[in-house]
Every structure is written in C-alpha cells, then in structure tokens.
C-alpha cells in the first residue's frame, strides 16, 4: 500500500480563549481600585471611550453663564476700592486694572476656574524615619567623625526603628573606636520617639521608660524575663521582681502603655476604606433587597458622534484603526455591564443561603460551597471564586467578603444538616469566653460541649481552631485566670 499527501476538510467545535474572553476573565477578578486604573488605561488608549460625568445643567437662553472665582474676586476688588477711595477714581483707576488682572491670571491656583482648593495637593509630604532621625543628628553632634558614626547607624535602622547592624561591623569599616561608636549609639537612642535604635525588645521598652523615669531595678528585673510575662507566669515575675500585686499590676499596665516599634509611626500608609460592591437591607414585605453599589460601578460610554464624524472623513487606514477602537470599546462596555449582573447573581444566590445568619447572626452561618452557587446560578465555579475574591458586601450585620459566607461544613452529632466551621469557630470562643478561674476548659471538654450542641468535630480539630483564633491553651489559661484572681483583676 503506498503513502500519498491528501487534503480533508473535517468541521469540529474547540474552546479558544481569545483575547476578548481573557479581558472578561480579567475584569470579573479585579478589584474596584484595580478595574479604576483598567478604565483609566484604556480610556487613554481608545479615542472613542469616555467617563460618563454628570456635568453642571446648561445656562437657560439668555441667562448669563455663571463666572468662576476669579471673576468673583475681581468684582469684590472693584467694590472694595470704591468703599476705599470713594472720592479718588483716579487712584482707583490706576490700582484696580492692575490687581484685576492679577486674580483673572491666576491659572492653576482654582481660582480661574472657580473650583475649590484641593488641600491634599499642597499638603505636606510625611516625614519619613530616616529624615526625622538625620534631623536630630545635625543637632545632637557638632564633630564630623560623630556626626558620619551616628549616620551609619541610621542607615542601619529597619522599618520598627530597631538597629539591625553590628556595632563590631562599624567600627571596622569606619575605623572608630568602640568606645566612640558606644557613646554615639548613646546619644542616638536619645532620639525622639524614644526607643530608636534599640537592639532588642527589652532594650526598646528599657529606652522608653528611661525617658520617662520609671525604669527602676523592679522594672529592669521584668524587662530581663519578658519570656515569663509571655508565658503569663505572674507568680514567678513578682518573685524575681521582688514587688508584691498591686506594684506587679501597675508595671504591667506601664508595659502595654509602651510602644514596641516606635519607627512604625512614620511608615503607616492611610487605610484606604473598604467600598462595598452590594448592599443588602430588609425588604418592607419581607425577605432581602441585594442591590450594587452604583457608585462603585465604573461608567463608561462609546462616543458614537466622534466616530461617525471622524470616520467620515478617514482614510482607509484611519477607518480601519477607528473600527477596531468602536469594536474594543463596545466588548469593554459590554463586559462591564456583564461583570455587574455577574456579581449582583452571586449576591444574591448568598444572601438567598445565608437567610439565617442574616437574622440570627454567625451561629447560624450555613456551610457554603462554590460548586453550590455555581450550580444554582448556571456558572462554573471558577467564574464564581473570581466574584468572591476581593469582593464585599454590606449587610445589616455588618460588612463581610463575599468569601466569607463560603466556609466548610461539619457534620452534626445527629446527623442533621452539617455546622459551618465558622460558626463552630464562634461558639469555641463563646464558651472560652464564659470560663471562670475554676472552670477552664480543655480541649476534650470543648469537644464534650460542642457534642451537646449536636456538633460532631475532632479534638484536633478544636485544637486547630483555637490556634487559628490565638486562644492559649488551657494550661496557659488557667495559669492565667488564677494569677489574676490572685492579683485581684
């Protein structure tokens, strides 16, 4: 049998992620910050996208256009000079067209344009660690050696403000006695916020309380055995420290009164607020309205009157260039528009599950899959994990990620309908927060109490829990409750 080339046509359907898809894709899993910046880019990009603005009504006919602000002040400027030379137009004449112009000259200050002064744009940059420390230094040493050895050591401050260079490593490199480096590291740890340039924690809180007076050998015995106030050993503290209750009380309350990274205070950002996506109230009639935030939602329209005037006088390359633009702009829209009745059905698919936690709070959060929602809505689960990631809601119960209310379930001791593992999580705090100094409970009866509350979970599993919420174990709580019972907190 021989071998010859030969042609077929065969028709098949394949999944192809074309570049529209993947933009569709893309915006689901933005956040609004990040779809902003999107918008932005493209906006800039294509000529025939625009922000949809609600600008100021038109000036009915005949009716003057409103002046802006330095209009304003120019006619309180003529005013003012009348009220002061009312008998000397000749002196008004020569100070008013002067000054006049000044004010409707006044481009970029808001006044030509009559809009507000934007403070934020003329505020004052925030000061940083390493500016506020060299401040201090070109005030604190007059000798150029000092003055280079103090700079080295703020070169070697961290975000906290704690020195993470060695003070050997230093002086070898600059070739100054140890000494020397010694009374500057001295001298810097004087600085403003006290506790800059501090080795270690102990060391940091030592720098505080020395300014302000309080660091007395009970408190230096504390500060050396800060493993035992972790460990919560108050009984031991007040042996080492040779102080009795009421003084080991008030030195704790001076420790939590401490800050434990004073450099912090020049690196926090301003939070940005959360925006919620979807807003969700009770509904007069019953049942729950789930709406979008429209001022969370990006409005952006396709300037159809530039196109057909611009394509109307296009050469064949420009109208090829302006029909890729409308056919990009148009999907931009339209995937928009989609990603809106994306989240607003997940929304309410949730919020339909989740009835109960909305009257009756977390214990009675429902175990949630994404399978589920994906199912009830007709999507696939990947689509519905993008619109939970960075996604929120705002509820009567507060405002909660949408990934929130998609937790795993446990199986009740009855065998019932499953627990939440959120809810459980909550009810392990509940009873942790009701114990008393002669009732701690351990693992094993948390176990016990859950069981009782029909809820079927292991020891381990309790164990993980209260790990995740930062609960100490009942060893430590219990060492705990009796020191403070002893203490008489």
């Known amino acids: 049998m021989g071998l010859s080339p030969s042609l077929h046509l065969r028709q098949s359907q394949s999944l192809v992620m074309t570049p529209q898809l993947l933009q569709s894709i893309r915006l689901l899993q933005l956040t609004r910050g990040e779809l902003e910046q999107f918008i932005a880019g493209e906006i ?46 000749g002196r008004r004449e020569a100070i008013g067209p002067d000054l006049s112009a000044q004010w409707r000259s006044a481009g970029g200050n ?88 501090a080795r270690s924690l102990a060391e940091c809180l030592a ?24 460990r919560r050993d108050f009984a031991g503290l007040k042996r080492l420290c040779g102080v009795d209750e009421e003084d080991l009380v008030e030195m704790l309350a001076e420790i939590r009164a401490l800050d434990p990274k004073p450099g912090t205070a020049f690196t926090r950002a301003p939070a940005d607020p959360v925006v919620p996506d979807v807003f969700v109230r009770r509904a007069a009639e019953g049942g729950w309205v789930v709406e979008l935030n429209q001022e969370a939602l990006p409005r952006v329209l396709v300037n159809q009157a530039y196109y057909a005037t611009v394509s109307a ?91 929130y209310f998609f937790t795993a379930a446990l199986a009740a001791a009855d065998g019932g ?39 079927e979970v292991a020891r381990r599993t309790v164990a993980k829990y209260r790990e995740a919420m930062n609960i100490p174990s009942s060893v430590q709580r219990r060492r705990e409750k009796k020191a403070l019972a002893g203490l008489g907190a």
């Open 44 to 89: 800039e990009r294509n000529p025939l996208l625009e922000h949809e603005a609600g600008g100021e009504e038109p000036a009915a006919a005949g009716e003057p256009a409103p002046r802006g602000g330095a209009e304003a002040m120019a006619e309180r400027l003529d005013s003012s000079l009348e009220n002061l030379f009312p008998d000397d137009p």
């Open 110 to 197: 808001g006044l030509a344009t009559g809009e507000a002064w934007d403070l934020e744009a003329v505020a004052a940059a925030p000061i940083t660690l390493g500016a506020h420390v060299q401040e201090q230094i070109a005030f604190a040493f007059q000798s150029p050696q000092e003055r280079l050895l103090a700079q080295e050591l703020a070169d070697g401050l961290d975000e906290a403000g704690y020195l993470s260079v060695d003070l050997a490593e230093i002086a070898e490199r600059t070739g100054a006695d140890r000494p020397l480096l010694d009374r500057v590291l001295a001298t810097c740890q004087t600085f403003d916020p006290p506790g800059l340039f």
């Open 207 to 230: 720098l505080q309380l020395k300014a302000r007076d309080r660091l007395d050998p009970a408190m230096q015995a504390l500060l050396s055995h800060l493993d035992l106030l972790a």
């Open 313 to 403: 006088r296009a050469d064949q390359a420009e109208k090829a260039f302006l029909s890729e633009c409308l056919q990009s702009a148009n999907w931009l829209v339209r995937s928009l528009d989609q990603r809106a009745r994306t989240i607003l059905k997940v929304a309410g698919e949730i919020v339909r599950r989740q009835d109960a936690f909305l009257l009756h709070g977390v214990r009675h959060l429902r175990p949630l899959k994404l399978r589920d929602v994906a199912e009830a809505i007709g999507m696939h689960e990947s689509t519905v994990s993008r619109v939970a990631a960075n996604k929120y809601m705002m509820t009567p119960r507060g405002l909660f990620e949408l990934r």
């Open 417 to 455: 309908e499953a627990h939440s593992a959120e809810a459980v999580r909550e009810r392990i705090r509940r009873l942790i927060e009701a114990e008393d100094a002669g009732n701690v409970l351990s693992d094993d009866a948390l176990v016990a109490a859950l069981r009782e509350d029909g809820i």
